[in-house]
């Protein structure tokens, strides 16, 4: 599975942003699509995913509200729409995927290259 991912960029607290990221090489009928964040000096964390099968969501409490994860089928493309950002949200933003059903949250198994996402006060 090849993953590019998009859209980041520089905004003001408050703002919205949509990330995209297209996948190729596999059907992904059986995956979990994740979205995970780097902030700098700080651990990857999990931000959120959606099943693709059945479109189901699982976000982390931190943007839980704010943040909406969506997929088009017909583009195979996932999306992770971000409203009333903060500064805190600013990292560089990775789209993952895994075949293996199981946590939500770990063992990605493949990953598209970051995005930056700055957040300014």
């Known amino acids: 599975v090849q993953l590019q991912a998009c859209g980041g960029g520089l905004v003001q607290a408050g703002d919205s942003l949509r990330l995209s990221c297209a996948a190729s090489?596999?059907?992904?009928?059986?995956?979990?699509m994740g979205w995970l964040r780097q902030a700098p000096g700080k651990v990857r964390e999990f931000v959120a995913a959606?099943?693709?099968?059945?479109?189901?969501?699982y976000y982390a409490d931190s943007v839980k509200g704010r943040f909406t994860v969506t997929r088009d089928n017909a583009k195979n493309t996932v999306y992770l729409q971000m409203d009333s950002l903060r500064r805190e949200d600013t990292a560089v933003y990775y789209c993952?995927?895994?075949?293996?059903?199981?946590?939500?949250?770990?063992?990605?198994?493949?990953w598209g290259q970051g995005t930056q996402v700055t957040v300014s006060s």
């Open positions: 959606i099943r693709w099968s059945f479109g189901s969501t």
């Open positions: 993952a995927a895994k075949m293996v059903i199981g946590s939500w949250t770990t063992a990605y198994e493949y």
């Open positions: 090489g596999r059907t992904l009928s059986s995956s979990t």
